[in-house]
């Protein structure tokens, strides 16, 4: 139980296009979900934490209006980073807390976003 | 901003070995949370802990929750190739809205078979 997947796992865009990354709870509902970065041989530092049928909560230094968030059902939270550049170019994880459960994350696979 | 102390930040041993990791804070966390991270992938829950003093195991893996809530460890017993990886501690404060996790910035092990 508790599985989260994420689409796509790799992705390889253009410079100032936009990229659409989609977490999905497979076996739960999910109130809340997080989105992370990691640069290689780093840690995950936490993006935002999207809220169902609310806006997201973006923590300090992260541009809300370049990395859109949206929480439509208690099984989907898409991010979607807006005109990429090169310097977005990261792994991005989401993870997610079960409704109702403890605030146990279980996290995605991750998504390899690279942009030329 | 809160920050975990992780050490070591890589480790080499050899196949059968035991390791010990560990994480200190300067904050006080309501739960200590173990992942294991491997190339290319998410990070998967090893062992989560949510009482101060308590000690958990999972197989061959224990990890303890420190007293003052400021530190935990994790021990691998008889490690094996299949250990290698890197291992994040975390800290959640739990409770509420406040489902946050503050990452340590990982030991990777590697096992010499």
């Known amino acids: 139980g508790a599985v989260v997947s994420q689409h796509p796992s790799r992705v390889i865009c253009k410079s100032g296009t936009s990229v659409k990354i989609e977490c999905r709870s497979l076996?739960?509902?999910?109130?809340?979900m997080f989105w992370y970065r990691q640069f290689p041989k780093q840690s995950l530092m936490l993006m935002a934490t999207?809220?169902?049928?609310?806006?997201?909560?973006?923590e300090q230094g992260v541009e809300k209006d370049k990395f859109l968030i949206n929480h439509a059902s208690l099984t989907l939270s898409t991010l979607t980073v807006t005109s990429a550049h090169p310097e977005d170019s990261s792994f991005y994880i989401c993870?997610?807390?079960?409704?109702?459960?403890?605030?146990?994350?279980?996290f995605g696979p991750g998504t390899r976003l690279t942009v030329l | 901003g809160q920050q975990l102390n992780q050490s070591p930040q890589s480790m080499f041993i050899q196949e059968g070995e035991d390791v010990s990791m560990n994480c200190t804070s300067s904050?006080?966390?309501?739960?200590w949370l173990w992942y294991k991270q491997d190339p290319g992938e998410g990070p998967v829950l090893l062992i989560a802990?949510?009482?101060?003093?308590e000690l958990t195991s999972n197989g061959r893996l224990t990890a303890q929750f420190g007293i003052t809530r400021k530190d935990s460890f994790l021990n691998i017993s008889a490690s094996i190739p299949s250990d290698v990886g890197i291992y994040f501690c975390?800290?959640?404060?739990?409770?509420?809205?406040?489902?946050?996790?503050?990452f340590g910035k990982g030991t990777l092990l590697t096992v010499n078979p």
């Open positions: 975390a800290g959640q404060m739990g409770g509420g809205s406040n489902y946050k996790l503050t």
């Open positions: 999207s809220n169902e049928g609310s806006k997201a909560t973006y």
């Open positions: 993870s997610a807390t079960q409704t109702g459960g403890t605030d146990t994350q279980y």
């Open positions: 076996d739960f509902q999910a109130t809340t």
């Open positions: 904050s006080i966390f309501n739960t």
């Open positions: 802990l949510y009482k101060a003093g």
